[in-house]
């Protein structure tokens, strides 16, 4: 009888337990491979569910509300996404970044790489050799997005480029975060 009475307390006080809190604020796990090839790993947490975080990272509103003024053109698998900080541009400008999107899960994961980098951008032709991936996972009734961001080589120009997206991706998703929330 005791043992019933200890059983029915514990899973008692087991239901009523409340999930942990998540992990809030930037979480940054980027690594270095043995090969010497660098990747930028950050993480947040959202209030907002996976498919209103994909809403966000996966439509051309969606970008604009974040990433750049301007945003045009299709997400989807090899669809290409140019951006602008020129409120004026048109597509296909010069000044004009495009994104080709090389993977798309909904409410799951968003990967693209760069095509075309604005004129004057140092080291573009590097730069289109990196990739971006987004991974959206539920997690205490808000989304998870982990941001990695790989491909970043050795060298001097390969380092001004890695150091330049240390900062760039850390503001990528402060900016996520302003307009979702935390």
């Not at 029915?8 to 942990?20: G, I, R, S």
């Not at 966000?56 to 989807?76: F, H, L, Y």
């Not at 900080?85 to 799951?108: C, H, M, R, S, W």
Request: charged share 20%.
């Amino acid at each position: 009888m005791l043992k019933r009475l200890f059983l029915a307390a514990f899973l008692a006080c087991a239901a009523c337990a409340t999930p942990p809190a998540p992990v809030t604020g930037l979480q940054d796990t980027s690594f270095t491979a043995p090969n010497g090839s660098r990747t930028i790993q950050l993480s947040a947490w959202f209030a907002a569910p996976p498919a209103e975080v994909f809403q966000i990272v996966a439509t051309p509103e969606g970008w604009r509300k974040w990433a750049a003024p301007v945003a045009m053109g299709e997400v989807k698998l090899n669809g290409v996404l140019e951006t602008s900080y020129n409120p004026n541009a048109k597509p296909g400008d010069a000044g004009n970044i495009k994104q080709q999107f090389t993977e798309l899960v909904p409410n799951k994961r968003v990967a693209f790489r760069t095509i075309q980098t604005p004129e004057g951008f140092p080291h573009g032709e590097l730069y289109k050799q990196t990739s971006a991936l987004m991974e959206l996972t539920p997690e205490a009734g808000g989304t998870r997005l982990r941001f990695t961001h790989s491909g970043f080589g050795t060298g001097k120009e390969w380092d001004e480029l890695h150091g330049f997206f240390v900062q760039g991706d850390r503001q990528t998703l402060e900016e996520l975060r302003k307009v979702l929330g935390e």
